[in-house]
C-alpha cells in the first residue's frame, strides 16, 4: 500500500481505490524493495499511533453524520467561540493559577467531546456484548440508545419497580449430590430460587423444574433488590468481566469526568473526579438530611432491616460513596481505586446513568469543579446519561 501511495491520493471514487488495491499483488516483483519498504513503515508504525488515528478519524465520522451534535448545537458552539475570541487576554497570574489551555481546549470542544462519547459508547457495547455472549437471555436486548423525552421519566419509575423486585434467589457455594426424592442437589455457581426459609439450618428451593431441601450452609443469598443476578456480571465465575469494566469501562468514564475539570497548577492542591462526586452526593442528600439522618440513627438503635425501603439513587450514591471510603482509606486506595469500585456499584445497582443525572443537577458544585466548556456543564451530558442506562 505504502508503494502506491502517489496512485491511491490521485483516486476519486471508491472503485478506483479498490482496483489499485486489488492490483497491487500483481504488481509486486521485487521482493527487496518490499523488504524495505516495510521496514521502513514499521519503523514508525506502533499501537498508540494506529490507535490515534483510529479514534480521530472515527470521531471525525460520527461528528460529520451528525449522531452526536445537531445542527442547532454546532451553531450554538460556533457563536460561542467567536464570543470567546473576543475576550482580552488573560492576565498572567491567571496563566499561572490555571493554566493557558482554555482557548485551545475550547477550540477543539466538539471534537474532543466526539472522541469521549465514541470511546464511551465502544466500551458499552463491549461489556453489552460479553452479557449477551455468556447469558443467552441477554440477546434479545436492544443495544440502541433511546434519546426521546420519554425516555428520561420512564427512569425513576423502573428504577422503582426493579427495586420492588422481592424474589429470593441463592448461589450454590459448593456442589450438593442428591441421595434422595426430597433433596434438591446442585452444582457449584448454580442459581437457586429459595421457596421456604422457615429452618435455619435447611431450606426448600427449586431448580430446573426440581423441588427439595438443602443446607442453607452450602449457598449464599443473591442481593438482587435493585438488579438480577447474571453469571456474566460475577467475577468470581466469569473473570474476564473485571477486565472488560475496570480496564475499560471505567477508563472511559474517568476520561469524561476529567474532561474540563479546573486544575489549579500553581497551588498544587489536589484535583480528582472522586473530591467532586464525594461532594456532589453530600451536597444532594443534603436536601433530605434530616429525613435520612433520622432513619440512619433509628435503624442503628433499634436494628431495624431495610431490606424494604426503597432508597433513592440520591441515597444510594451517598451510601456508597461512603462505603467506599470507609473500605478503601483502611488499605489507602488511591482515589483512582476509589472511583473504579464506585463505578462497579452504579453498575450492579443498575443506577449508573440515575447517578450522572445527579451529579450533574448539582449546579454549584458542577461550576464549582467544571470550566465552562466541559462536558459535564454541557448538555451533551444527558446524551452520555443515555448512553449508560
Same mark, same amino acid.
Given at each position: 500500500?505504502?508503494?502506491?501511495?502517489?496512485?491511491?491520493?490521485?483516486?476519486?471514487?471508491?472503485?478506483?481505490?479498490?482496483?489499485?488495491?486489488?492490483?497491487?499483488?500483481?504488481?509486486?516483483?521485487?521482493?527487496?524493495?518490499?523488504?524495505?519498504?516495510?521496514?521502513?513503515?514499521?519503523?514508525?508504525? =506502533?499501537?498508540?499511533?494506529?490507535?490515534?488515528?483510529?479514534?480521530?478519524?472515527?470521531?471525525?465520522?460520527?461528528?460529520?453524520?451528525?449522531?452526536?451534535?445537531?445542527?442547532? =448545537?454546532?451553531?450554538?458552539?460556533?457563536?460561542?467561540?467567536?464570543?470567546?475570541?473576543?475576550?482580552?487576554?488573560?492576565?498572567?497570574? =491567571?496563566?499561572?493559577?490555571?493554566?493557558?489551555? !482554555?482557548?485551545?481546549?475550547?477550540?477543539?470542544?466538539?471534537?474532543?467531546?466526539?472522541?469521549?462519547?465514541?470511546?464511551?459508547?465502544?466500551?458499552?457495547?463491549?461489556?453489552?456484548?460479553?452479557?449477551?455472549?455468556?447469558?443467552?437471555?441477554?440477546?434479545?436486548?436492544?443495544?440502541?440508545?433511546?434519546?426521546?423525552?420519554?425516555?428520561?421519566?420512564?427512569?425513576?419509575?423502573?428504577?422503582?419497580?426493579?427495586?420492588?423486585?422481592?424474589?429470593?434467589?441463592?448461589?450454590?457455594?459448593?456442589?450438593?449430590?442428591?441421595?434422595?426424592? !426430597?433433596?434438591?442437589?446442585?452444582?457449584?455457581? !448454580?442459581?437457586?430460587?429459595?421457596?421456604?426459609?422457615?429452618?435455619?439450618?435447611?431450606?426448600?428451593?427449586?431448580?430446573?423444574?426440581?423441588?427439595?431441601?438443602?443446607?442453607?450452609?452450602?449457598?449464599?443469598?443473591?442481593?438482587?433488590?435493585?438488579?438480577?443476578?447474571?453469571?456474566?456480571?460475577?467475577?468470581?465465575?466469569?473473570?474476564?468481566? =473485571?477486565?472488560?469494566?475496570?480496564?475499560?469501562?471505567?477508563?472511559?468514564?474517568?476520561?469524561?469526568?476529567?474532561?474540563?475539570?479546573?486544575?489549579?497548577?500553581?497551588?498544587?492542591?489536589?484535583?480528582?473526579?472522586?473530591?467532586?462526586?464525594?461532594?456532589?452526593?453530600?451536597?444532594?442528600?443534603?436536601?433530605?438530611?434530616?429525613?435520612?439522618?433520622?432513619?440512619?440513627?433509628?435503624?442503628?438503635?433499634?436494628?431495624?432491616?431495610?431490606?424494604?425501603?426503597?432508597?433513592?439513587?440520591?441515597?444510594?450514591?451517598?451510601?456508597?460513596?461512603?462505603?467506599?471510603?470507609?473500605?478503601?482509606?483502611?488499605?489507602?486506595?488511591?482515589?483512582?481505586?476509589?472511583?473504579?469500585?464506585?463505578?462497579?456499584?452504579?453498575?450492579?445497582?443498575?443506577?449508573?446513568?440515575?447517578?450522572?443525572?445527579?451529579?450533574?443537577?448539582?449546579?454549584?458544585?458542577?461550576?464549582?469543579?467544571?470550566?465552562?466548556?466541559?462536558?459535564?456543564?454541557?448538555?451533551?451530558?444527558?446524551?452520555?446519561?443515555?448512553?449508560?442506562?
Amino acid at each position: 500500500v505504502s508503494l502506491q501511495e502517489d496512485e491511491l491520493i490521485q483516486s476519486e471514487n471508491s472503485a478506483s481505490i479498490f482496483n489499485t488495491l486489488s492490483d497491487i499483488p500483481s504488481q509486486i516483483e521485487d521482493a527487496d524493495v518490499l523488504l524495505r519498504e516495510a521496514m521502513r513503515v514499521a519503523g514508525s508504525l =506502533t499501537d498508540v499511533a494506529v490507535e490515534t488515528q483510529r479514534r480521530k478519524h472515527l470521531a471525525y465520522l460520527i461528528a460529520e453524520q451528525g449522531q452526536l451534535l445537531n445542527s442547532s =448545537t454546532t451553531v450554538n458552539n460556533l457563536s460561542k467561540i467567536v464570543r470567546r475570541r473576543t475576550q482580552r487576554r488573560k492576565s498572567g497570574i =491567571t496563566s499561572l493559577l490555571f493554566g493557558d489551555d !482554555d482557548l485551545e481546549a475550547l477550540k477543539a470542544k466538539n471534537i474532543k467531546q466526539t472522541e469521549l462519547v465514541a470511546d464511551l459508547r465502544e466500551a458499552i457495547l463491549q461489556v453489552a456484548r460479553h452479557f449477551q455472549c455468556v447469558d443467552p437471555k441477554n440477546c434479545s436486548i436492544d443495544l440502541t440508545p433511546d434519546y426521546s423525552m420519554e425516555s428520561h421519566q420512564r427512569d425513576h419509575e423502573n428504577y422503582v419497580a426493579c427495586s420492588r423486585n422481592r424474589r429470593r434467589r441463592a448461589k450454590a457455594l459448593l456442589d450438593f449430590e442428591r441421595h434422595d426424592d !426430597d433433596e434438591l442437589g446442585f452444582r457449584k455457581n !448454580d442459581i437457586i430460587t429459595i421457596i421456604s426459609q422457615k429452618d435455619e439450618h435447611c431450606w426448600v428451593g427449586e431448580l430446573n423444574g426440581l423441588r427439595g431441601w438443602f443446607p442453607a450452609k452450602f449457598v449464599e443469598i443473591l442481593d438482587e433488590r435493585s438488579k438480577e443476578y447474571s453469571i456474566a456480571g460475577d467475577d468470581s465465575v466469569t473473570e474476564g468481566v =473485571t477486565d472488560l469494566v475496570r480496564g475499560t469501562l471505567c477508563p472511559a468514564l474517568k476520561s469524561i469526568f476529567e474532561h474540563g475539570l479546573k486544575k489549579p497548577s500553581l497551588l498544587g492542591g489536589p484535583c480528582h473526579p472522586w473530591l467532586f462526586i464525594e461532594e456532589a452526593a453530600s451536597r444532594e442528600v443534603e436536601r433530605d438530611f434530616d429525613s435520612v439522618y433520622s432513619r440512619l440513627v433509628l435503624c442503628k438503635t433499634y436494628r431495624l432491616d431495610e431490606d424494604g425501603k426503597v432508597l433513592t439513587p440520591e441515597e444510594l450514591l451517598y451510601r456508597a460513596v461512603q462505603a467506599v471510603n470507609m473500605t478503601h482509606d483502611a488499605a489507602h486506595a488511591q482515589m483512582d481505586v476509589k472511583l473504579r469500585s464506585l463505578i462497579c456499584v452504579g453498575l450492579n445497582e443498575q443506577v449508573l446513568h440515575l447517578w450522572l443525572e445527579v451529579l450533574c443537577s448539582s449546579l454549584q458544585t458542577v461550576e464549582k469543579w467544571f470550566h465552562p466548556w466541559s462536558f459535564l456543564r454541557s448538555p451533551g451530558w444527558v446524551q452520555i446519561k443515555c448512553e449508560l442506562r
